[in-house]
């Protein structure tokens, strides 16, 4: 008789919904449908060893555990007045369980354990659903909260979190924006080890983060494998990788796909037409800078002071004054006033010409229709006259133009 209560014993410790027969056979209490598992224990000396070993080590585990566990003490008084509003301006339709994490989290410190420790309390506590998740993932994202990602990659192991491909998107995301870039492979590696499938979102997103790096190797390969994907590209795909381009200093791979994408009639973003624009400009790729320039009109995009300067810009370091002229005056035409930086522009096309006179009657010409020089044209003649060595000398001429278009 003994030796059944040992089996018991042994049966309720390992396997507390089942009960041991006299044959040794193991049947589930509860249940209507009892489907027999056989254990084989014949030999009655088995039996006091299962149940004393399993006495020891299972209480054991338990008290182990009760001494890893995070001990719940809800916050009470004894808080800072930064952490009392904090606490405060918790959103008011929160849950209850999320605001109860949220408090711990707001008053947490490395002495009560661990934030693993925290939320698998929480978790076993107040059962909380995946909404409750979310409101406090986003209420920490609002308040740039140094536990948030922590928060985030502990909530991708909870049950309760019913985690989704999105949810890894959001944390790479994060990654990206931080440039920690070796975290971001490492979790797509976790996501794909995981069973979750690569698709455009996640994708372009590794696509933004090396283009936002500067590494445009990488950011083409990501790029190269959305389109493996057999499914259209979309805007944020394209500006991402026409970004990574302009960036490592290859305008001409950028404006390729930007004609890949008017093709497909899916029309850029501003900023792309911008960016790309200053790269030609600064390099004073002319030719490029004008195409640009015409696509942006093509898109439907109203050129603004800007765009027009950046023009003017690229035929001034291409050494083409009358381009450059010309561009500006088209300026004018659409009634957008030229800024200083455009006036410096044309400036610095007429001294790689040394139409030093020319330049002079430019001058001149913006005055009278009200145009003052600011300190970026002044600083362009300063420099020019003084490389000239005719500072007094510019002085005369200049007061002798003035002179002669108040006489005609």
């Known amino acids: 008789m003994g030796t059944y209560c040992n089996n018991n014993l042994g049966c309720n410790l390992y396997y507390p919904h089942y009960s041991i027969t006299h044959c040794g056979v193991l049947t589930r209490r509860d249940s209507l449908c009892q489907n027999p598992?056989?254990?084989?224990?014949?030999?009655?000396?088995?039996?006091?060893?299962?149940?004393?070993?399993?006495?020891?080590?299972?209480?054991?585990?338990?008290?182990?555990?009760?001494?890893?566990?995070?001990?719940?003490?809800?916050?009470?008084?004894?808080?800072?007045?930064?952490?009392?509003?904090?606490?405060?301006?918790l959103p008011f339709r929160m849950s209850k369980r999320s605001k109860a994490l949220m408090r711990q989290i707001i008053c947490f410190s490395a002495e009560k354990g661990t934030i693993s420790d925290l939320l698998e309390s929480w978790v076993r506590i107040m059962n909380p659903i995946r909404s409750d998740w979310l409101s406090i993932l986003k209420e920490l994202r609002i308040m740039e909260h140094p536990l948030y990602l922590e928060l985030a990659k502990h909530a991708l192991q909870?049950?309760?979190?019913?985690?989704?491909?999105?949810?890894?998107?959001?944390?790479?995301?994060?990654?990206?924006k931080h440039n920690l870039l070796e975290d971001a492979e490492n979790l797509l590696t976790l996501m794909k080890q995981r069973g979750f499938i690569y698709d455009q979102v996640i994708l372009t997103t590794m696509v933004h983060m090396y283009s936002k790096a500067g590494r445009h190797v990488q950011a083409k390969e990501y790029f190269e494998e959305i389109k493996s994907l057999g499914e259209p590209l979309d805007k944020r795909s394209y500006g991402s990788m026409i970004m990574a381009y302009i960036r490592a200093g290859m305008p001409e791979e950028g404006e390729n796909l930007l004609q890949e994408m008017e093709a497909q009639e899916?029309?850029?973003?501003?900023?792309?037409?911008?960016?790309?624009?200053?790269?030609?400009?600064?390099?004073?790729?002319?030719?490029?800078?004008?195409?640009?320039?015409?696509?942006?009109?093509?898109?439907?995009?109203?050129?603004?002071?800007?765009?027009?300067?950046?023009?003017?810009?690229?035929?001034?370091?291409?050494?083409?004054?009358?381009?450059a002229l010309i561009a500006f005056e088209n300026m004018r035409r659409a009634s957008i006033k030229p800024t200083d930086k455009c006036i410096a522009s044309v400036l610095v096309a007429y001294e790689k010409e040394s139409k030093i006179n020319t330049a002079l009657e430019f001058l001149l010409d913006l005055e009278k229709d009200g145009n003052m020089v600011g300190k970026e044209a002044s600083a362009v003649l300063a420099k020019w006259f003084r490389k000239l060595g005719v500072v007094e000398e510019v002085k005369l001429i200049l007061r002798d133009f003035a002179t002669g278009h108040q006489i005609s």
């Open 266 to 323: 899916i029309t850029a973003g501003c900023e792309v037409y911008k960016a790309l624009l200053r790269s030609y400009s600064m390099i004073g790729n002319a030719e490029g800078a004008q195409r640009v320039f015409d696509a942006i009109q093509l898109a439907g995009i109203t050129p603004n002071d800007k765009m027009c300067s950046l023009v003017v810009n690229a035929y001034a370091m291409a050494g083409q004054s009358q381009k």
């Open 158 to 176: 909870e049950e309760s979190f019913e985690v989704n491909i999105r949810d890894y998107t959001k944390i790479i995301h994060y990654y990206g």
């Open 37 to 89: 598992i056989y254990f084989g224990f014949r030999k009655h000396r088995f039996d006091s060893l299962l149940a004393g070993v399993g006495m020891e080590e299972i209480v054991k585990e338990v008290n182990e555990e009760n001494e890893r566990r995070f001990r719940w003490i809800e916050v009470g008084k004894n808080v800072t007045i930064e952490q009392r509003q904090a606490i405060s301006e």
